[in-house]
């Protein structure tokens, strides 16, 4: 470890940069960012909400580390944390300028992505919350359906 990466800090920041950690600005559009830019706002933030549940669904060290995040902060954790919020801050300063006008976009990305990142880390535990069952593809659909049904609704009566 300290040969190549000169500690394991440094491992865990390579660890948290090579792409599978977490996800892509790319893998967030939903692989093409040109026509993820094009899509009107309330369609972008929806594919965010489903891109980013599905990617981290499919990413078990990612939960792990989300898990261990939650009970533990280290030199380690803090590093991941730094990945994960500077990706997530490019995507949004991308395609979700900061304003004054309209809904808190960042505010509200961190409530869902709080929500998902929580009931990802969680699935690997129980089977169903507050009625939903984690354990089926239907009970994430019906997750996808409340995060647009939400989105929507904080744009009612908006240009979004």
């Keep these: 470890i300290y040969r190549y990466f000169g500690g394991l ?9 090579d792409g599978n950690f977490w996800p892509s600005i790319k893998e967030l559009a939903g692989g093409d960012v040109e026509a993820y830019s094009r899509l009107p706002m309330t369609e972008q933030l929806s ?13 078990p ?9 939650m009970v533990e902060r280290n030199e380690l954790t803090a590093e991941l944390e730094t990945i994960r919020e500077n990706t997530m801050m490019n995507f949004f ?21 709080a929500g998902v990142s929580y009931l990802v880390s969680r ?3 129980i089977s169903i919350y507050n009625g939903v069952n984690l354990d089926t593809e239907s009970g ?8 647009d049904t ?3 609704g ?3 009566g908006t240009a979004g």
């Design 9 to 17: 800090p440094e491992l865990i920041v390579a660890f948290g940069r």
């Design 47 to 59: 594919q965010l909400s489903r891109n980013f549940m599905n990617a981290i669904r499919t990413r």
């Design 61 to 69: 060290i990612t939960q792990e580390i989300l898990a261990w995040e």
């Design 93 to 113: 300063d991308m395609f979700f300028p900061s304003t004054d006008a309209g809904p808190d976009i960042a505010a509200m990305g961190a409530i869902i992505g």
């Design 123 to 125: 699935s690997r535990q």
């Design 140 to 147: 994430w659909r019906r997750l996808e359906q409340a995060m």
């Design 150 to 152: 939400m989105i929507r």
């Design 154 to 156: 904080l744009f009612a």
